[in-house]
């Protein structure tokens, strides 16, 4: 049958309602997926999210196959070289896809001539945001929220937020409970596709990642009906016994497309208006759907394709050892964050961003080699989530372009936060000696050392001039150096 289109689908764009495969047409369509060698062994990639991205995409095509559709799953080097030759089998049929959710693919697919249409899987169009943007003097996430909330109309009543308020982290970010049970994880059960794809891959893929639609829709329902309502007050903890908490643990499927922020914002909803949620778990969960993912994939085509490779700070440390085995740290904090990661390719947003990049941030590590390492460890890390969040949140490598301060914080912030503290061989409370506390050392340290160029930054005065209230200040740099040298040969 000869073809008039070849519809090309990521494995970030699957699902059937959005994308170029919404209107496509079984008799004139084939519909394209390149499973690139490249994708594969290109990087170091955590195997969990390798299985969990190819046997979703997988799964996807064969469904399509099922619906009757022509599908070619293509195994190649590279995308470029897949795309070319199923066109060399469909030569009359033009190539279709919908913008790509990076700037290298779809500079790869413009080269080749694909037609495009407008990237659906989220809930902003570009050129929205990009009005937001160019008509803010900063890019603070919380007024972009709130136009979000106004635009869409979501936990409004009659032009003002419900509840009173436009967040309520002061009744979330509450430390881990005392004796609390935490609901256990079920998992997903393995199916033929998922065996191959884990067999193809050499390793036993855990039970954590859904790779199919339906199983994704039971994870959203599993949380709304489980999880949420407890979701807000302990979204910031970070505990033992559980680690997936009250979160959702469902950013890897909106981010592959199993699932569609919208989906998850009707059901987040529904839920409040039937009564069953509280209001700070409610705004807390859908701030961060219609707000911080939106932002985050808005600023990352704003900022540019050269943003990723800001270093405002100068930051030239590699990549610390611990990054990369669990056993290189003594911090208990680290190591059971990093094994968390070496299991399951997750943790949730705080172990991600006050402990794995505040390290990074106040031991001055390239920031360049740690979002490498980000990209390649987390099960969710798509190119656009990674480069803001760790060049702009995590690391401040772009000079406060996006948050004004960097998110640089002592032990004192972890003890309180979390239960890691109280079997680790450090004393948070401790900043010299050799029982103090990496981050509390490091953390004054790193002031220290950017002091001029926080100088002029006011909402950096409080904690600039704490600098100053130290009269261990010439102990605190020599301490920080035997740190800064015990976590470079993973002694620490
Ligand atoms: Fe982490 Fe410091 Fe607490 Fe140890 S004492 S767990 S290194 S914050």
């Not at 697919?109 to 003097?137: H, M």
């Not at 829709?217 to 016994?241: C, N, T, W």
């Not at 610390?320 to 299991?343: A, G, H, W």
């Not at 010299?432 to 953390?443: E, S």
């Amino acid at each position: 049958m000869s073809h008039s289109r070849t519809l090309y689908i990521p494995f970030d764009h699957l699902h059937r309602d959005y994308g170029i495969i919404r209107d496509a047409k079984k008799s004139s369509d084939v519909i394209l997926f390149v499973e690139s060698e490249r994708m594969r062994t290109g990087r170091n990639w955590h195997p969990e999210r390798l299985f969990f991205l190819i046997s979703s995409a997988r799964h996807f095509a064969e469904d399509l196959r099922d619906e009757g559709f022509t599908v070619e799953y293509v195994k190649a080097p590279t995308t470029e070289k897949g795309i070319l030759q199923a066109r060399k089998r469909h030569p009359k049929s033009s190539l279709h896809a919908s913008r790509q959710s990076s700037f290298r693919l779809q500079a790869t697919l413009e080269a080749l001539g694909c037609e495009f249409i407008e990237n659906d899987f989220f809930l902003t169009p570009r050129e929205v945001f990009e009005e937001w943007a160019s008509s803010q003097k900063n890019y603070l996430m919380e007024n972009f929220y709130r136009e979000q909330r106004r635009r869409l109309n979501i936990l409004m009543d009659n032009g003002k937020p419900t509840g009173g308020a436009w967040n309520f982290d002061k009744e979330n970010r509450l430390p881990p409970p005392k004796n609390y049970k935490w609901p256990e994880y079920k998992g997903f059960s393995r199916d033929e596709i998922d065996l191959e794809v884990a067999q193809e891959l050499a390793f036993e893929a855990s039970p954590t990642w859904a790779t199919t639609r339906a199983a994704a829709l039971h994870q959203l329902k599993h949380f709304i009906s489980r999880h949420f309502a407890h979701f807000g007050p302990y979204e910031d903890a970070m505990v033992l016994d559980s680690w997936s908490l009250h979160h959702s643990v469902i950013s890897p499927y909106i981010n592959n497309g199993l699932l569609h922020p919208q989906e998850v914002v009707d059901a987040a909803v529904k839920a409040f208006d039937m009564g069953k949620i509280p209001i700070e778990s409610a705004e807390g969960f859908i701030r961060q759907i219609i707000g911080w993912r939106e932002y985050i994939n808005g600023m990352y085509w704003h900022l540019g394709s050269e943003y990723r490779n800001e270093n405002h700070l100068k930051a030239s440390r590699p990549l610390l050892p611990l990054f990369n085995s669990s056993q290189k740290t003594e911090m208990n904090c680290v190591r059971s964050i990093v094994s968390d990661v070496e299991k399951r390719a997750w943790v949730h947003h705080i172990p991600r961003l006050m402990v794995l990049s505040n390290l990074a941030l106040i031991t001055g590590t390239n920031p360049q080699q740690f979002l490498e390492w980000m990209r390649e460890r987390f099960v969710d890390a798509s190119e656009w989530v990674m480069v803001p969040n760790v060049i702009g949140m995590g690391v401040h490598a772009d000079g406060g372009q996006m948050m004004s301060k960097p998110y640089a914080a002592g032990g004192a912030y972890i003890s309180r936060m979390s239960e890691y503290c109280r079997g680790c061989s450090y004393n948070p409370k401790l900043r010299v000696g050799d029982d103090a506390c990496p981050f509390t050392t490091l953390y004054w340290d790193f002031l220290d050392r950017n002091k001029e160029l926080f100088a002029k930054n006011h909402r950096m005065f409080q904690q600039i001039n704490g600098l100053k209230r130290l009269s261990d200040l010439p102990e605190l740099r020599e301490r920080a150096k035997e740190v800064l040298a015990g976590l470079d040969m993973g002694e620490i």
